[in-house]
Each structure stands twice: as structure tokens, then as C-alpha cells.
């Protein structure tokens, strides 16, 4: 009966772990090219990879260039957990990523993240 | 980053529509293992406590398409970024249903409902009482595509996907079954027949413990993918509610101890005052395990809406 008992007290403290329902949102986990990192020519496309998988319908990526202006072409490819935006190179400088997903769980994020072209 | 905040009505939308499903999957699964052989030989105990029981189904299943409709709403304007007035748009909800996995669960749940619906009705047939359970089931369980498990990347996600749908179903099982419970016991019938209450009760406490098997192995596994560590428990948000919730499932276990150790053996005396007074604890304690267990799924709707603990204590160096 006392091992019984026991264990009717044990089993609540591990069930309790268990959050069911329990919800998560996508973070980035890393991008190309690096976030902050400087690259020598302009890339072709950026690549964000998250945490979580997306859905395509509501998941969006802007790229500006130096001066401001919208580098990216076109609409994002999302694939699984990650998402991808052509853009055109305009030269040396800081590129500004800005970034809003929804996960597949239904949380939506957004962050931003800037990288570096030139020699 | 700016993390979005769900609001009260989700999690109040969340909240209802756990309770319901629970409510109306446990009476189902309560009706086919329990009351069924228990009540065979017993017509018009059977027929007194179908009487009771199904506008309880009945009820619980309207309010879970309700508060799924609105919880699909309220989904909308999130995805959206819109107001709800304003995303309540034939765009948006074509969109929502149609290009969202929750969209796509959602519309195969309510396809689960209407069957269920169905088979409630014409359940006179054994099929028809079979197809019903498996649509049950089917509901239930079919909420893990909703949550995070449904986003998990990899031989993991696969993982958490069937730990969280099996977790569903025994959580169904168990707190809409001890609703059913007290249904039964509580009907004239049977509460004074103290042999049939015996073998419900011996019946459930069975289902208890496969239940909660179930829970804790699948339990071990969400907690493996969503906390990580007993640090993260106590240091996050995501955390503190878990542990509010360790706390209500402690009370829980242990009222079901004391019904499965104590009073189930005393109702062995019968025809005798004992008998008659563990009935009436038995049924005082399951409505009180009730009304953790409905509390706890009101913590689960909160959970559903926080940022994972395992997530707030990783350092983000992966970039």
C-alpha cells in the first residue's frame, strides 16, 4: 500500500512536465549570409532558417540595400522551416533583413538583422 | 523581437473548447468501456442513465464546434495581423482554412464532429456506437496538429506529434470520463444497486490507470521537447504556470489515490452504511478532480499562447 501511495505522488510530479497543448513560436536559428557578418559581393538570395516549420501564406521577408531601398525580388519561397527572398545586389554597405513569420502552431514573430557587403 | 501577445478571448476561446472536446470524447469512451458492460443486464438503468448522459454529450459536443469556430476566428485576425471585425473576410478565411495546416485540422475536426453527431444519433446500430468512438478519438487527438507538436521539425516532430496526441486522448479520457462518472453514479438506479456502482467504479480506476500511464510516458516526452530542464521550470513564465499546473495535477492524483485505495474497497461492504457513505465520498471527491481537471485545462490554454521554457534558457548562438 505505501509503495502505492508513493507512487501516486511521484507520477504527478513528472506528469506535471508535460504541457499538452503547449504552444511555440519560430525563431530564427540562423541565416545566410550570417547575421552581422560581412560577405565581399552581394548575395543572390537570403536564406533564413527557424526554429519551427512556417506557413507560406502569412510569412514575408523585406531587404533593403544602403540607401534604403527594397533589394528584394519577388514573393519569399517557404519550404519546411526555411525562407528564402531573391535579391538584387546595389553594391558595398549595410543590408537591413526584416523578417515576419507564422508558425505552423499559429504564433506569429518578426525580427530584423543586418549584414554587411563589401571588401 | 517582438513576440505577439494573445489575447484573453484566445485563451478563453482555447480554454472552452479543451473542456468541451474533454467532456464529450471522456463521456463517449466512459460510455463504450464502463457504462455498456456494466449496465447490460440493467435496461432500465441503462436507460435511466443514457437519460442523463446524453444531453451532457450532446451539450459539450455544440459547444466545441462553437468555441472551435471561434477560436478559428480569433486565429484569423492573429495570422492576419488585423482586427477581428476586419478579418472576418471571405480572403482571409479562405486563406486561414484553406492554406494553414491549423485551417486544414480544423476543417477535418469538424468533419469529426458532424460524424460524431451522426453516429450520436443513430447509435442504436454497434457500428455506428464503434465509428462514433473512433471519430471521438479522431477529435480529440487531432488537436496535437493544432499545438506545437504540429510545428516540430524533423524525427522529433514525428515523435511529438504521437506522444501529443496519445497525451490528449488519455487527458479526454480521464476528465471527461470522471464527469460521466459521477453521472452514472449518481443515477437513482444505480445508486442504489452498490454492486453496479462497484464495478463502474473498479472499471474507471482501471481506465485511471491507463490514463494516466499514458500521460506520464507521453508527458516525459513534451517535457523533454518543450522544458528541458528543471532550471528552465522555474526560470520562465512558461514555467510558473507549468508548475500552478503541477500543483492542481498533485491535488488531482492524489483525490484519485484516495478513491482508488480507500473508498473503491468499502464499496465491496454491501448493503452496509460504509458502503453507502464511500459512495457518496467517491462521488464528492470525482466532482472535485473535475474541477482540477477542468482547471488544469484552463492552464493548458494559457500555456498555449507562452513561449516554450526550453526556448527562453537556449543560448542563441546558433547564428
Known sequence: MRIQSSTFFVIPL????????????????????????????????????????LEPAFSSVTVTGPSGQRVDVGKARVSGNQMSVSVKGVGAGTYH??????????????????????? | MDW?????????????????TAMTVGS?????????????????????????TRPIIWASLVLAAISGAFWLLLEAASMSGMPLEKAVTADVLSTVVGETQFGEVTTIRAGFVICLAACLVYDRAVTTQWLGLAAAVGFACSLA?????????????????????????????WIGGLASLIAFLTT??????????????????????????????????????????????????????LTLKIGSF???????AI????????????????????????????????????GILVMVGVLGTLHPAIHLVEPESSW
Do not use: C
Open chain 2, 28 to 52: 463517449i469512451i466512459f460510455g463504450v468501456f464502463i457504462a455498456k458492460p456494466v449496465l447490460r443486464h440493467h435496461i432500465a438503468a441503462a436507460i435511466s442513465f443514457r437519460r442523463r
Open chain 2, 259 to 294: 478513491n482508488r485505495l480507500r473508498l473503491t474497497p468499502q464499496l465491496a461492504f454491501i448493503g452496509q452504511e460504509q458502503s453507502s457513505v464511500a459512495l457518496r465520498r467517491l462521488i464528492r471527491n470525482s466532482a472535485i478532480e473535475t474541477a482540477l481537471g477542468l
Open chain 2, 188 to 241: 437513482t438506479q444505480i445508486h442504489d444497486d452498490t454492486s453496479l456502482a462497484r464495478d463502474a467504479v473498479g472499471g474507471f480506476s482501471t481506465l485511471g490507470v491507463v490514463s494516466v500511464g499514458v500521460v506520464l510516458l507521453t508527458g516525459v516526452v513534451n517535457a523533454a521537447i518543450l522544458v528541458g530542464s528543471l532550471h528552465a521550470l522555474v526560470a520562465t513564465e512558461y514555467g510558473r504556470v
Open chain 1, 97 to 119: 533583413v526584416n523578417w515576419r513569420v507564422l508558425s505552423v502552431d499559429t504564433h506569429t514573430t518578426d525580427g530584423s538583422f543586418t549584414f554587411q557587403v563589401g571588401p
Open chain 2, 250 to 256: 498533485a491535488a488531482m492524483l492524489a483525490y484519485a
Open chain 1, 14 to 53: 513528472l506528469l506535471l512536465l508535460a504541457s499538452g497543448e503547449a504552444g511555440a513560436h519560430a525563431t530564427l536559428d540562423h541565416a545566410e549570409p550570417r547575421v552581422g557578418n560581412k560577405v565581399a559581393s552581394p548575395p543572390h538570395e537570403v536564406t533564413l532558417t527557424f526554429t519551427q516549420k
Open chain 2, 4 to 20: 505577439s501577445a494573445a489575447g484573453a478571448p484566445l485563451i478563453a476561446a482555447r480554454a472552452v473548447h479543451f473542456a468541451a
Open chain 2, 145 to 173: 496538429w493544432t499545438g506545437h507538436a504540429g510545428s516540430t521539425i524533423g524525427v522529433e516532430g514525428y515523435l511529438h506529434l504521437a506522444a501529443d496526441a496519445l497525451h490528449v486522448v488519455a487527458a479526454a479520457a
